[in-house]
């Protein structure tokens, strides 16, 4: 049986952890997102560490907060691009491993990274397109397409969409350095936290909050739906674990499409349809070991 | 060199055209669009009848107009789904071609067909994934990703999405009979007639409908942009051949992205990456024939 090691790279934490594959995670550890030197290196000395007390790895799964350019192909391939994250903009993030391990090693956006482990062995088995959205401290979009990851130019930034937003109802200008009042712009979590002036989390049920949120996730998994027709959209993130939110993003779906598609999954099943995350928290970090898997296989495939 | 028939199935008329592939149409006709028992009538026999003259043919290519079930596992599998043109909803349009023709038959949307047309002899050679969207009497969008043209659910139905309509700036209420004011509802030919009160084409240059018109595409497009990370976008339909329009859609798009997209293809390039179809009006019917073909390989593989 291999042995895999998958990195989620998170804005504030890298989830690293070692295992064979879903249930069967040996090890796993949490190194705070400081600069790329400091983070990257406890990466590497983890997984250094841990090969001594449990042999060899076989494979490597990176999957981290982008964008960032995941074209094999390209001179910039394994950076990450523009972020206003501290310098972490134009950081070699895939070289750094390259230089410590010898080893195949997946790559990948970690919501590219979440849909594949969704696909593979949580809520979207079998499906294809699956688009895992998260909703948390931002919002980003990944999706299996084809029965492979999506690239293209770059990679999905499904959280930048415009969307229609009525001043009236919703006199807050929305908080991207890009766009404003793009999508995360308005619903990201720390746009509740500005809008309301408190974090999302203590936000009761009945407060409008929630409304006004599903009806900006609704408007964007319509668009998406409307645009990839997905056999399944699996919902992650902070934010969008919310008892209260789920219920009310099916029917403002519903609501949205009108009956345009005539598909026994969305007019009778929309809550088989649009649904949280089979593997919960760790959808991230199994599709960092999921990427590990592929990476050694392509390798075996091509050797 | 094996001969095939294309059909290219519109609202308004149905072109059949028989030949090897691009730059080799050998005979093209033009039926229009009755009811699905008169055309695809006069289509089989237009088809029966070039067989006496020019051999038998080896695979028909059917590119239909929407929504359809493109799934070949489905039951409905080639019919027409919910449609407002009268007579057409749940007509089994592959199957009167089946009861006619023992011969491979491919069946998509013929957007669909078109985007595999240019990517294979048009605009977007060698690209992916590929948008084809075409504005014209209505809004439609196909899209090849990984290798293969996107189904899921359904197919794209990217004319359907919701944008940003400023009621102050556009008080016109949309005439989409589903969501009244998604981008079909207000940027389709028939909408800018009712808009304008005069038929798009005879709109001068210098009319403020192109500026707004060029608003609502860039913003379709910018959306599809950040959801599928295209390599290249083929913009296709009467509409969208308004000289004007397309440097104003350039852009609006580069002002909406504002820089979040750090690719050459975009940020300097983006007159060579949103572009008009390489085969200009034959995208669609051409598409028929690259159906067909496809089927014709698929069939000899599977055999």
Known sequence: MSLYGGIEGGGTKFVCAIGSGVGDLRVETRIPTTTPRETLGKVVDFF?????ILGPLDALGFACFGPLDPNQASARFGQILSTPKPGWAGADVLGRLRSAFTLPIGFDTDVNAAALAETLWGAAKGCDPVIYLTVGTGIGGGALVNGRLLHGLQHPEMGHIRIDHDLKTDPFPGICPYHQDCLEGLAS???????????AETLPPDHPAWNLEAGYIAQALTNYILTLSPEK???????????????????????????????????????????????????????????????????????
Do not use: F
């Open 189 to 199: 979590g720390p746009a509740m936290e500005k809008r309301w002036g408190r974090k």
């Open 233 to 303: 959209i699996v919902l992650g993130g902070g934010v969008a674990q919310q008892s209260r939110l789920l219920p009310l993003i099916h029917q403002k779906v519903l609501s949205l499409l009108n009956g345009y598609l005539q598909v026994q999954q969305i007019t009778r099943n929309i809550q088989d349809y649009i649904v949280s995350p089979g593997l919960g928290s760790q959808s991230g970090v199994l599709g960092a070991i999921a990427l590990a898997q592929a990476a050694l296989k392509h390798d075996q495939l091509t050797v």
């Open 48 to 52: 250094l560490k841990q090969e001594d």
